[in-house]
């Protein structure tokens, strides 16, 4: 069994480093001036992979920390993921192009589905879809929308699109140190075929050691931001019994 894959988050606005509560642009929380060094330090820490996401990006519907996101790209070797105001099949392809691995197709998920399963087509495993949900309702815009389409239904749209993952986000728990929303993610990834990534509420090493659990097993892997910058994830710790459950 491959081992649960651990993203560690970079959320960029204004070219920072950030973390929010609960998506709200208004809570944000400043970790580091220069992203670039923050990617760089994941890797040498031992991850193998990275999650990005541009915040203004998402809220004005186009690419806006362009430039953080290219620097990260020149100063790391292992795969990132990014999502954040990504629209069109321009945007997916100029992204892919730069280096990106796989880019995080959100609001477009749910406005232009026909979008998602033409960038799934011509760019094969390289195109994952974020639900992001508030009490099982997808959120749009950033967050500041919640649509009337449940979590679960939205997924299943994508079920033979060719997806290669389902990144989902309970924003109640996002940036908020309460713990994944564990019920609700695994009941996601029972439902679909399409790999689920968990996001939003990663808390603690308890946390690491459910990830690690059976019925946990079905996830391919977890997000994990604030608890990472102030201490309460040990990295090496994390990564190191994530590698021996495997």
């Known amino acids: 069994m491959d081992a649960v894959i651990l993203f560690p988050a970079i959320d960029l606005k204004h070219g920072q480093c950030v973390r929010l509560k609960q998506g709200d642009m208004d809570r944000a929380t400043v970790f ?9 330090a994941f890797e040498g820490q031992g991850f193998q992979w990275l999650h990005v996401v541009d915040l203004d990006g998402a809220f004005a519907g186009k690419p806006m920390n362009a430039a953080a ?21 321009g945007t997916v392809e100029g992204w892919l192009s730069k280096g990106v691995a796989r880019v995080i197709i959100g609001t477009a998920a749910v406005r232009d589905p026909a979008f998602v399963r033409a960038a799934a087509k011509a760019f094969p495993g390289q195109v994952a879809v974020g639900i992001d949900a508030r009490d099982g309702f997808v959120a749009v815009e950033g967050w500041a929308e919640t649509s009337a389409l449940a979590a679960d239904d939205l997924g299943r749209r994508f079920e033979d699109a060719g997806v290669a993952a389902i990144v989902y986000t309970d924003i109640a728990r996002d940036g908020m140190l309460q713990g994944i929303n564990w019920e609700g993610t695994i009941a996601l990834a029972k439902a679909l075929t399409i790999p689920v990534i968990a996001s939003g509420g990663l ?44």
């Open 32 to 40: 580091n001036d220069d992203p670039a060094a923050q990617a760089a």
């Open 69 to 89: 996101v290219e620097a990260i790209l020149k100063r790391v070797a292992f795969p990132v993921q990014l999502g954040g105001g990504i629209r069109d099949l």
């Open 203 to 246: 808390a603690s090493m308890a946390d690491i050691e459910r990830l690690m659990a059976p019925d946990a097993a079905i996830l391919e892997g977890a997000i994990t931001g604030r608890a990472l910058y102030d201490g309460r994830i040990d990295p090496a710790a994390a990564l190191e019994r994530l590698a021996r459950a495997a």
